[in-house]
């Protein structure tokens, strides 16, 4: 009969890492089944009542990635208080190349925590984004980073959507005529505003290219350059007026107007405690 394994995964990310190297690890032993519990992103102590009352119910043994100091050690100690093996799955080799080369073991997140905290720190940015493209949701803008406003077809979308990809959670809102701006856009505070502007010729072109997609025959003021051209002179006074910067995309790809946004961003940041003025 095979013999029944029991392994306790504890990850401080997403569980890849430890997950691989249990079973690669077990794939070495003969004539064995297992049945094996995993815990992801476990960086609290507040978790660990949980996961050690679970491996107390069936003691088997546990491997690990956490490697934040506190976690790691309170995981260690419960599991030795249950005679419960725990082993960080690095050790040996940390503890060999440490030895080696005659250095200090420095325990960190590895860089694919970081890889994954930052994963996720990009997903909730889109969604964030995806939830307020095109003017929508427009009253509840406090949780954006930036907001884009501009005339139609002015690469709101297409940068935001760039800026969601850096993780960074981007609004955008239309300048329709007639049509009021939310009122969040006038409220009082720290909201990085950005004005989006084109050349008319430029717009005009591509608003044009639009209706033919949309197989649009119909008359409309939508692509007329007279329009168009009161629409981005309008659309560049009301920036003056509330003081946002203005960003002319006309020469500019979505990247190279991210990249102005992004550092606009990184100035209003606040410098780290210990900065040297």
């Given amino acids: 009969m095979p013999k029944r394994i029991v392994l306790y995964l504890v990850s401080h990310a997403s569980g890849e890492l430890v997950e691989m190297m249990a079973r690669n690890a077990v794939a070495q032993l003969a004539d064995v089944t297992i049945e094996r519990t995993l815990w992801k992103f476990v960086r609290s102590l507040e978790q660990l009542p949980a996961i050690l009352g679970t491996i107390a119910q069936e003691p088997g043994f546990t491997m690990h990635t956490v490697a934040a100091t506190d976690v790691r050690l309170a995981l260690e100690e419960g599991c030795r208080q249950l005679r419960v093996p725990c082993m960080f799955v690095l050790e ?34 889109m969604k964030f984004t995806l939830a307020h493209d095109d003017g929508a949701a427009a009253d509840d803008l406090e949780g954006a980073d930036v907001v884009l406003v501009g005339v139609s077809r002015a690469t709101k979308t297409p940068t935001c959507m760039y800026l969601a990809s850096r993780g960074i959670k981007a609004a ?19 909201l990085l505003v950005v004005g989006l502007t084109v050349d008319p010729g430029r717009l005009a072109n591509v608003r044009r290219a639009r209706l033919k997609a949309l197989a649009e025959n119909r008359e409309t003021d939508y692509a007329d350059f007279d329009e168009i051209g009161n629409e981005v002179r309008e659309a560049r006074r009301l920036f003056l007026r509330r003081g946002w910067p203005i960003i002319d995309v006309s020469n500019k790809s979505i990247e190279q107007t991210a990249s102005l946004i992004i550092a606009m961003l990184a100035k209003r940041s606040p410098p780290p405690p210990d900065a040297v003025p």
């Fill in 92 to 125: 040996p080799a940390v503890s060999r190349l440490a030895e080696h080369f005659a250095t200090t073991i420095q325990y960190r997140p590895s860089a694919r925590d970081t890889i994954d905290e930052e994963y996720f720190r990009r997903v909730e940015a």
């Fill in 172 to 190: 955008n809102v239309p300048l329709v005529p007639g049509v009021p701006l939310p009122e969040a856009l006038s409220r009082p505070g720290t």
